[in-house]
């Protein structure tokens, strides 16, 4: 059996883009608190979305932006009214709006929250 392991800079993308379904799916009313856990499955798909998008987009990421561009695919796929299309300044005018269609293709995606957790 192969067990397969993100490198670093995959990790950092999905740890940033984790990150990002923390911010946006927690705390406020009506969600999960912070420190809620999230659903294995989700997580898993989760990976499987970041590593699919990573592929098709590292070749144009720097070292610098890698963690933001995590944190955009979570916000330009669900459509949380900024993203890659908003920071021509962090990836250029046509990696903006390449990265954006290829964020988009993955349809939204619903965070889902397997234990409570503590509320801080």
Known sequence: M???QANEKESEFINAY??????????EEGQPPVGADID???LRESVIDC????SRIECYL???NIAQAGHDFWLTRNGHGTGF??????YGDTYTEMFTKIAESFGEAYAV??????IA
């Open 85 to 90: 299309w908003d920071r021509p300044e962090l």
């Open 62 to 64: 720097s070292d610098d």
């Open 18 to 27: 984790l990150e990002a379904v923390d911010f946006t799916e927690l705390g």
């Open 40 to 42: 294995e499955d989700f």
């Open 51 to 54: 590593l699919a998008f990573y």
């Open 2 to 4: 192969y067990t397969i």
């Open 113 to 118: 929250y397997d234990e409570i957790g503590e």
